[in-house]
C-alpha cells in the first residue's frame, strides 16, 4: 500500500466531495428529489415522529416546503400523518426501497451461500457491511445463538474507523485516499478501547494491510468482538466487508484471531471478484 501523509488542512472538505449528494454545481441533480429524501431521512430512533416544524428544523427547509414535501410523501404512503396530534412518521411502505435492494444486489447474490456457511460453521453472528463515505452500512446479517449485546439491524451505520469492516475496507485503499475518509470522520471515543487518533488509526490501517484482516474489540460496544476481511472488486478495491461479531466474554482477542481470521478471509475471498 502506497503511504502518503494527508494535509491536515480542509480535509473535511475534500475528502468526500465526491459522494455528497446536493451538490450545486451538479446540473443533472434533481434538487426535488434530493429534499425529498432528506425528510424521510429525517426519521429514526431519536426522531420517531416529528411534527411539521420539527421535519423543516431537520431538514433546513422553511416551513412551507416542508409542508409541501410532507404532503407529497404522506400521500404516496412513505408517511403516516396523525390525525389528533398532526405529527408524521414513516409507514412501512419505506421498507420498499431496501427489499428492492436486497433482491437485486448482485453483491448479496454472490455473498449469500458464504455468509450462511459461515454462520453455520462459526455459530457466531456474521455480518456483510458496505461503505458509504465514513460510514459503514450493515447489509446482511446472520445472528448467533449468543446474545450480543449490540443493537444493531440491517441498515444501521457505523463510523467506519471505530469497526473492524471499516478498517478491513479502508486498508485496502491507498493510504492518502483511506487517511483522506478519516480525516472526514468525526473522530472521537466511543468506549475506552476506541483507536480514534489519526497516527493510530494509520498504524492499524497499516497493520490491516500487511495481515489481511482487521480487528475491533469494545471499539463502539462494550464486550464486542469483531474480525473482518475485505471483498474487493476486479481492481483489487474494497466493495464490501465481511465480519464474525463474538462476545468478549467467550473469547480473548488471541483467541478470536486463532479461531477466526483464516475463515473470514476465506470467506472475503469467495466473494471477491477477483
Known sequence: ???????????????????????????????????????????????????????????GMDV?????????????????????????ELTAKTLDLGYHFVRSSRLLDRAMPYLMHLSKETEETVNLTVREGAEIIFVSRFLSRHVLNTDVIIGTRMPAYATAPGIAMLSRLPEDEAMAIIDASDLKAHTPSTTWQREALRQKLRQSAAQGYATAFEEVYIGDASIAAAVVDHHGRPEAAVNI??????????????????????AAHAVSRV
Open 1 to 59: 500500500m502506497t503511504m502518503s501523509e494527508t494535509p491536515r488542512n480542509g480535509r473535511k472538505s475534500a475528502a468526500l466531495a465526491a459522494e455528497q449528494p446536493g451538490r450545486k454545481d451538479d446540473v443533472l441533480m434533481v434538487n426535488s428529489v434530493e429534499k425529498a429524501f432528506r425528510v424521510l431521512s429525517a426519521f429514526g430512533r431519536q426522531h420517531q415522529t416529528l411534527s411539521l416544524s420539527q421535519v423543516a428544523s431537520e431538514t
Open 64 to 88: 412551507s416546503a416542508a409542508q409541501r414535501f410532507t404532503h407529497t410523501l404522506a400521500k404516496l404512503g412513505y408517511l403516516h400523518k396523525d390525525a389528533q396530534t398532526k405529527r408524521f
Open 245 to 266: 461479531a463474538t462476545s468478549t466474554s467467550r473469547y480473548s482477542h488471541a483467541e478470536v484471531v486463532q479461531r477466526f481470521s483464516s475463515l473470514v478471509i476465506a
